[in-house]
């Protein structure tokens, strides 16, 4: 369906039908690598991982659990700040009984996930894995690679599928390349 938002889009970079084959293909990696696995958790990273993530639960096939944190490193823009802040901090006193599996939109400079993977194993999680829907390589800063990733991407400024532009844009349901006019104004 179109929206008023689409005209904003300079190009579709992954299409709804790619988005359902990719994140059907690292389901079923998930479901393979977890299978004997205990106590898997989805770590949701809010808020651009929730379509995404909703996406991963109805593909996996193997039990699993959510849950949720919330971080910032990007401020207002399309610029990262290079720190990464937690908002909202897991909250389960059995995660050393939890394999955490941490699902992020996109990696860029690595920061986030590098920092959370770290902070999860010194809180006590009994595994800690890392997943990214979309990954910039060229934006790297930290030396840092997810165990499961979609797609790479060019390093342009994406929206849809979750991800936002000043909280807008997340519902689109394909990942676009935003045209610089919409944040250069
Ligand atoms: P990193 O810590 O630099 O790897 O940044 C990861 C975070 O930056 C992601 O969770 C996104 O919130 C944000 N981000 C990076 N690139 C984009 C983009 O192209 N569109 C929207 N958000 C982005
Ligand atoms: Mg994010």
């Not at 929206?3 to 393979?32: G, H, K, P, Y």
């Not at 299978?35 to 770590?43: G, P, R």
Request: charged residues 30%.
């Amino acid at each position: 369906m179109a929206t008023n938002m689409d005209q904003d889009i300079q190009t579709i970079l992954v299409t709804e039908t790619e988005l359902d084959r990719v994140t059907f293909r690292i389901a079923s990696e998930i479901d393979r690598d977890y299978k004997d696995a205990e106590h898997l958790v989805l770590l949701c990273i809010l808020k651009g991982s929730i379509v995404f993530t909703g996406e991963l639960m109805r593909k996996l096939t193997i039990p699993s659990e959510i849950d949720f944190m919330k971080v910032s490193s990007y401020g207002s823009g399309t610029t990262s700040s290079g720190r990464v802040n937690i908002i909202l901090d897991i909250m389960r006193s059995d995660l050393n009984e939890c394999d955490i599996l941490i699902i992020e939109d996109i990696i860029d400079s690595g920061r986030t996930l590098s920092y959370l993977a770290e902070y999860l194993r010194l809180k006590g999680a009994k595994s800690v894995k890392t997943c990214a829907l979309l990954d910039k390589p060229s934006r790297r800063e930290v030396d840092f690679q997810p165990d499961y990733i979609g797609l790479e991407i060019p390093d342009e400024f994406v929206v849809g599928f979750g991800l936002d532009y000043d909280e807008r844009y997340r519902q689109l349901p394909y990942i676009g390349i935003l045209k610089p006019s919409v944040y250069e104004k």
